[in-house]
């Protein structure tokens, strides 16, 4: 499928057959990433829905997606290629059994395609049958400066060079999304080589719709609970807030239990499944989890 979307509306509307339920100001700035070509970077809170973007969008323009998982500690070489160095040795001991091996033949054998592993980056700048991928690079704030830099001069020409083949260059830009949690903040010159969004909580409403196309079976009374409650959550002094991905999942454990209305019992039996930590598990239970029902109930009944 082609990236030649019309306009922004195009974009909201092909989300969302992937169950991606945007805002207009996210989906400008996908189609801008699109219609430029420019990388695009997306900030938030962890859990708001970063990373399934790069997923839907993927699977919307039928394009492989190629995801680069950051980590601390992560260097250039894990992240473009490594040579299969077992299979080297094998290859190795084979030829010498042999009389007569050209042995500068041997060293351009070793250290050709063959034996070549291609990590995401590389993988991403090579041709793909489908078009260009979806390059995910998540939680580039887990990496370290160095990395960052290196990703900045990859992205800028869209090529990496591996000593022993030379320099390999895309025959067409991947679509590079890249994501932060903003565990601490990654620099400017990446910043500015990208398009950048700030991905927040959503409101009732669009949390709303999101649950509805992310767990259908939900019953209305019983959506407005979990987005309400959740929503109210939000606004406790908690040391980490419940993001829309535990909201769809706090979904689905309620309907496994075949739960059609909320209660403190039933809040107290699965908070786990929307806060992750004991101190906020211990702040929001007992009279306090009933409160913020009672709240939730009250403005589901107010006209």
């Given amino acids: 499928m082609t990236t030649n979307l019309e306009n922004i509306a195009a974009v909201q509307s092909l989300l969302a057959e992937e169950d991606y339920i945007c805002g207009r100001a996210l989906a400008t700035v996908v189609f801008l990433a699109l219609k430029l070509g420019r990388p695009l970077f997306l900030e938030g809170e962890a859990g708001t829905g970063k990373t399934e973007i790069a997923k839907a969008l993927s699977a919307a323009l039928g394009r492989r997606l190629i995801r680069l998982q950051c980590y601390e500690g992560l260097d250039a070489a894990s992240a473009v290629y490594e040579w299969n160095f077992a299979a080297q040795m094998v290859g190795i001991r084979t030829a010498e059994a042999v009389e007569g091996t050209d042995r500068d033949a041997l ?25 260009p991928p979806v390059l995910l690079v998540d939680e580039i704030d887990r990496t ?74 939900a019953s209305e009374t019983l959506s407005r609970q979990i987005v309400g409650f959740v929503q109210k959550l939000r606004g406790e002094d908690l040391f980490k807030k419940p993001g829309v991905a535990e909201t769809i999942d706090w979904a689905k454990c309620l309907l496994a239990l075949d739960v059609i209305d909320l209660s403190p019992e039933v809040i107290a039996d699965t908070i786990g499944a929307i806060l992750k930590y004991q101190d906020d598990i211990q702040r929001v239970q007992g009279a306090e989890a009933r409160r913020l029902l009672d709240e939730v109930r009250a403005e589901s009944a107010t006209p």
């Fill in 144 to 217: 370290d400066e160095p990395f960052e830099a290196f990703l900045l001069e990859a992205l800028s020409d869209f090529q990496v060079t591996i000593p022993e083949l030379g320099t390999i260059r895309a025959p067409e830009p991947p679509i590079v999304i890249l994501t932060s949690n903003r565990t601490r903040e990654v620099h400017d010159a990446l910043k500015r080589r990208c398009l950048y969004h700030w991905v927040n909580y959503p409101s009732l409403e669009r949390e709303l719709e999101i649950l509805h196309a992310r767990a259908p079976e």
């Fill in 107 to 131: 060293v351009d054998e070793m250290f050709s395609e063959r034996y070549l592993i291609r990590r995401p980056l590389l993988e991403a700048m090579s041709p793909q049958s489908g078009g």
